[in-house]
């Protein structure tokens, strides 16, 4: 190209492009909206409560009810949701959960006077980037709408609102002077978005259909509108620095790194904000985006997500560094910089990232996610967290604290985050893998010591930033209370209480026995705030049953929690009468039994291979018979739970508007929920205590280890696990390929079979 560079003429072409002008998308300031939330909720009945929209900058509700008629007034379309649906849950009346919805209003409402029910947190943000790859791929806008109304009754008025970027990335990297064919090799599949976003993988599960793209812009025009109208401040994407292959191919003069692989897949590409190029793509990114979706104030930029920054000019200390969940923390990821260099290079990345943002929107504000200073902490130290900050304004970065439960103490050790907007919260759930775990009194312990708190410095909220959803939805209940201050929230009564209260709107009614039950339950299983198992030896599964099978699982240390306590407990649920016919009571009795049967499947695992490896095959093939009964069993109970293999390979199918397509996203469910991808440790990362996933994936692999361990005794020739491994990585691919069909398949009697589970692990 003569007389100007290949990057000039990149500019140029930008700077002809950038003359689309922004819809209109404001909502009006009524209460519409929320009247709709709880239409939705309580039908006709939503006609009993009169709403008032105050406005103000605090955030609050009050409720005052006389006569049957209720009269809600609140600062905000959430407010109004939220003080209706604390006065619902209050008389026992209601229930909103992913696992069903209990509504049984009765005929005249009671009497209530709140006064003014203020929460301290300005935002309460909720989901996480990952949320949209373990969860969210193949919703359409009905399961979308019970979403939003689950936000807005819990109060939440900052959502994270990743759906339907790609539509906007296509058409920026199209200006760019890419191919279709080149995008085609770019994008990664519909349960891998996520990981794509944020700079770690490239190209898996290419090409994406072009329909996927246009069924998600749809998709977030609706989203965005129905955020706006109940007055939700959003969170956008914006440009991290990420760029196709081909893109840095085409540009050998910009200062693009070739970035270390992650878990396994390859490199990916990231350009340099010192570099023009960065604050051109980044800018133009935000007018396309505001061209078809609106004007946003927040603007998510994730650039080193378990990614280290270049630190070196030519990028060579990070490219074949080590990163990733199972190495948090370890040697593994230590690195080795000049620490002159590294503050000097991070505060450039800082400033230039916040920059490229600013150059689109001069009222935008910097979100982060802050889990990169906790899980490497290594590199993350408190003064190349205070370098990276150092040169974006105050007031123009907001810096989401996700992993309070996981990595505590990082606002701490940073002051505050050197005085930046922040958000407290938690992720609790890890690929929306589904243990019993949660930990109520540490919520309440930990969130009722931030009001008041002088060293938290500008704190503006709390969120809880789940991988997945459909799990634990206990612990999401009593967290957007604790926030604001409702029942035993914060540190406002006690736990016991707030759970009685939350048990007489789930089931309907509470006795003595139940509440003793639910205690013992409690105490077994909700007092542990993070599920040490899940990454046991570098190895991801909920359970050991759940990993990939290793003979060395005799060495694990075993699961958090009170196994004898949570015995008790099931036993108790199980001799409960007058509870049977209610859906979320069946719900957690079987989320209970399942549980418990887990862990005793994985110490059978244990003694079946150590008896084995002892030579006494008797007392294995007992227990062998034992672990494939109650793996069958457990299978069979999960038919009765919302989610099952069948389910989520049916909502991937059903997204398909033609066959290729429907293949297409069910090989991605699949691969997500078992291989995962890449050569690290992901597999079985998002392993599912589902129906389908016990019986005709766990049950086979443990299988075939267990009887090459048994011929390893028989033979007396060791057992081998790399060639075991290399096999069984096959057969799972091969999993993964298979047409194989799933099916749900209820169990006639819930209660009946549980209790026959119960009495299978006591025998012998």
Request: charged share 20%; glycine share 10%; hydrophobic share 40%.
């Amino acid at each position: 190209m003569s007389g100007i560079s290949r990057r000039q003429a990149l500019m140029q072409t930008l700077a002809v492009a950038a003359f689309t002008t922004a819809p209109a998308f404001a909502a009006e300031d009524t209460t519409a909206a929320a009247r709709a939330v709880l239409g939705r909720l309580m039908g006709k009945r939503a006609h009993d409560i009169k709403l008032k929209l105050t406005g103000g900058a605090d955030s609050y509700f009050a409720v005052k009810s006389a006569k049957g008629a209720v009269a809600i007034e609140g600062s905000s379309p959430v407010a109004l949701t939220r003080g209706a649906y604390a006065y619902l849950t209050s008389i026992g009346a209601a229930n909103v959960s992913w696992e069903g919805n209990r509504v049984a209003l009765p005929a005249a409402l009671p009497a209530a006077d709140t006064g003014k029910v203020a929460t301290p947190f300005a935002h309460r943000v909720y989901m996480n980037t990952c949320t949209f790859g373990y969860t969210t791929p193949f919703w359409g806008w009905a399961r979308w709408q019970k979403e939003l109304d689950w936000m807005a009754l819990h109060g939440i008025d900052m959502p994270l609102a990743m759906e339907g970027q790609e539509f906007v990335w296509q058409s920026l990297w199209r200006e760019l002077g890419l191919s279709d064919t080149e995008l085609g090799d770019y994008f990664s599949g519909p349960a891998f978005t996520p990981w794509h976003r944020m700079g770690n993988i490239e190209g898996y599960m290419a090409p994406v259909p072009q329909a996927w793209i246009e069924k998600k812009r749809v998709l977030q025009v609706k989203l965005l509108k129905s955020m706006r109208d109940l007055g939700m401040t959003p969170i956008l994407p914006a440009f991290g620095g990420y760029v196709p292959k081909a893109f840095a191919q085409k540009h050998p003069e910009a200062g693009i790194y070739p970035m270390r692989p992650w878990e396994g897949f390859h490199e990916t590409y990231w350009l340099d904000p010192a570099d023009p190029l960065f604050a051109v793509i980044a800018k133009r990114f935000i007018e396309l985006y505001t061209a078809t979706y609106g004007e946003g104030q927040y603007y998510l930029a994730d650039s080193f997500n378990e990614m280290l920054p270049p630190i070196s000019k030519d990028g060579s200390d990070v490219k074949n560094a080590k990163y990733g969940d199972g190495t948090a923390n370890t040697k593994e990821t230590e690195t080795v910089v000049d620490p002159a260099l590294k503050a000097e290079r991070l505060a450039a990345y800082g400033q230039a990232i916040y920059d490229s943002i600013r150059g689109a929107n001069p009222d935008a504000v910097w979100v982060m996610q802050g889990w990169l200073f906790g899980a490497d902490k290594h590199f993350w130290s408190a003064d190349a967290i205070g370098a990276f900050l150092s040169k974006v304004p105050d007031d123009k970065l907001m810096i989401l604290d996700i992993g309070n439960d996981r990595y505590p103490g990082v606002w701490q050790t940073t002051d505050a985050f050197q005085g930046k907007p922040w958000i407290y919260g938690y992720v609790h759930n890890y690929g929306a893998s589904n243990p019993v775990y949660a930990d109520l009194d540490f919520y309440k312990q930990d969130i009722g010591r931030l009001e008041g708190n002088p060293k938290t410095g500008a704190l503006k909220g709390f969120g809880m930033f789940p991988e997945g959803l459909h799990n634990n939805s206990i612990a999401y209940e009593y967290c957007f209370d604790a926030a604001w201050g409702i029942g035993g929230g914060g540190g406002k009564g006690s736990v016991d209480d707030w759970i009685a209260t939350y048990l007489k709107g789930r089931y309907g009614r509470t006795t003595p026995a139940l509440l003793s039950a639910w205690g013992d339950y409690r105490r077994s299983v909700y007092t542990t705030k993070y599920w040490t198992p899940r990454w046991w030896n570098k190895a991801a599964g909920a359970y050991m049953v759940f990993k990939r099978p290793q003979a060395a699982i005799t060495s694990f240390e075993g699961h958090p929690g009170d196994r004898a306590l949570l015995h008790k407990a099931v036993t108790e649920f199980l001799s409960l009468k007058g509870f049977e016919g209610s859906q979320l009571y069946r719900h957690d009795v079987i989320d209970a039994v399942r549980h418990l049967a887990s862990e005793e499947i994985d110490y059978l695992l244990m003694g079946i291979i150590t008896d084995y490896q002892k030579g006494d095959l008797a007392a294995g093939d007992a227990k062998r018979a034992k672990f494939t009964d109650l793996m069958i069993m457990v299978d069979a109970l999960l038919g009765d739970q919302p989610d099952t293999l069948s389910s989520w390979i049916d909502e991937a199918r059903a997204y398909g508007d033609t066959k290729p397509e429907s293949d297409y996203y069910v090989l991605n469910a699949k691969a997500q929920v078992t291989v995962w991808g890449g050569l690290g440790n992901l597999n079985d990362y998002a392993s599912k205590a589902w129906q389908g996933m016990y019986k005709d994936f766990y049950l086979p692999r443990w299988t075939k280890l267990l009887a090459a361990v048994r011929q390893s005794a028989v033979t007396g020739k060791a057992f081998d696990q790399v060639a075991f491994t290399r096999d069984i990585t096959a057969w799972e691919q091969a999993w993964v390929k298979t047409n194989a069909t799933f099916t749900r398949r209820r169990p006639k009697d819930a209660f009946a079979l549980s209790r026959q589970i119960l009495k299978r692990q006591s025998e012998a």
